[in-house]
C-alpha cells in the first residue's frame, strides 16, 4: 500500500485559486468516494476540511471544494486567504483490510 | 463536545517498552473507530491502524503490523498504542482520530503525543 501521490508544494496570491491534486489507483481513490482532505498548521493537529470527495464539515468556509476524476483526487481552494497556509494531505479509504492511505502531503504558500 | 486527549510526551530509550494513551470524551466511546497516526519531524502524516473498542477489531497498516499493537479499554473510553522494544526511528508525534460513524474520514483529533528514542 503505497501514499497517494500529491504535489509538494502550491503557492498562490491572496484571492487567487490554488488546486492540489491527490493520485490513488483504482483499490484507494478510485475505487471509493470515500477521499477526505485534512489541514495542517504548524505544530497543531490536523483538521478535517473535505469528506466523501466533495462535502463540507460546518465550519468550514465555502471556498474550500473537493473533487475526483478517476484515480485522481483534488482539492481547490478558491479566494485564498493568509491563513490558509499550511499543509494538506489526502486521504482515501482502501478497503476493510487495511483501510485508509494519506497523501504525502502538499504545502500551500500564500505569497 | 467530542474530545480526544492523548498522554503526554514520552522521552525513552532504545529498546523500552512504552504504552501512550488516547481517551475519548463526549459520545458513546464504543461505537466508533479509532485511528492512530504518526508523522516523524518534518514528515507527512502515515495511517497505522485502526481499532473498534465495541469488539477490539483491529487492522493493521502493513507498515505497521508486528511493530506496534492498538488495544483499547471501554471500561475507561481509552485507546492505546504500545511498542514493545522501541527504537530510535520511532521518534515521532503520534495522533488518535475518531472515525466519523457512519462514514470515512476522522474528526475529531487529539492533540498528539511527542515521543522521543534516544539513548
Known amino acids: 500500500q503505497s501514499a497517494l501521490t500529491q504535489p509538494r508544494s502550491v503557492s498562490g496570491s491572496p484571492g487567487q485559486s490554488v488546486t492540489i491534486s491527490c493520485t490513488g489507483t483504482?483499490?484507494?481513490?478510485?475505487?471509493?468516494?470515500?477521499v477526505s482532505w485534512y489541514q495542517q498548521h504548524p505544530g497543531k493537529a490536523p483538521k478535517l476540511m473535505i469528506y466523501?470527495?466533495?462535502k463540507r464539515p460546518s465550519g468550514v468556509p465555502d471556498r474550500f471544494s473537493g473533487s475526483k476524476s478517476g484515480n485522481t483526487a483534488s482539492l481547490t481552494i478558491s479566494g485564498l486567504q493568509a491563513e490558509d497556509e499550511a499543509d494538506y494531505y489526502c486521504?482515501?479509504?482502501?478497503?476493510?483490510?487495511?483501510?485508509?492511505?494519506f497523501g504525502t502531503g502538499t504545502k500551500v504558500t500564500v505569497l | 463536545e467530542v474530545q480526544l486527549v492523548q498522554s503526554g510526551a514520552e522521552v525513552k530509550k532504545p529498546g523500552e517498552s512504552l504504552k501512550i494513551s488516547c481517551k475519548g470524551s463526549?459520545?458513546?466511546?464504543?461505537?466508533?473507530?479509532i485511528g492512530w497516526v504518526r508523522q516523524m519531524p518534518g514528515k507527512g502524516l502515515e495511517w497505522m491502524g485502526i481499532?473498534?473498542?465495541?469488539?477490539?477489531?483491529?487492522r493493521y497498516s502493513p507498515s505497521f503490523q508486528g511493530q506496534v499493537t492498538i488495544s483499547a479499554d471501554k471500561s475507561i473510553s481509552t485507546a492505546y498504542l504500545q511498542w514493545s522494544s522501541l527504537k530510535a526511528s520511532d521518534t515521532a508525534m503520534y495522533y488518535c482520530?475518531?472515525?466519523?460513524?457512519?462514514?470515512?474520514?476522522?474528526?475529531?483529533w487529539g492533540q498528539g503525543t511527542l515521543v522521543t528514542v534516544s539513548s
Open positions: 463526549g459520545y458513546s466511546f464504543t461505537s466508533y473507530w
Open positions: 466523501d470527495v466533495s
Open positions: 486521504c482515501s479509504y482502501a478497503g476493510s483490510y487495511t483501510p485508509y492511505v
Open positions: 481499532i473498534y473498542p465495541g469488539d477490539s477489531d483491529t
Open positions: 482520530a475518531r472515525q466519523a460513524a457512519r462514514g470515512n474520514w476522522f474528526d475529531p
Open positions: 483504482s483499490s484507494d481513490v478510485g475505487g471509493y468516494n470515500y
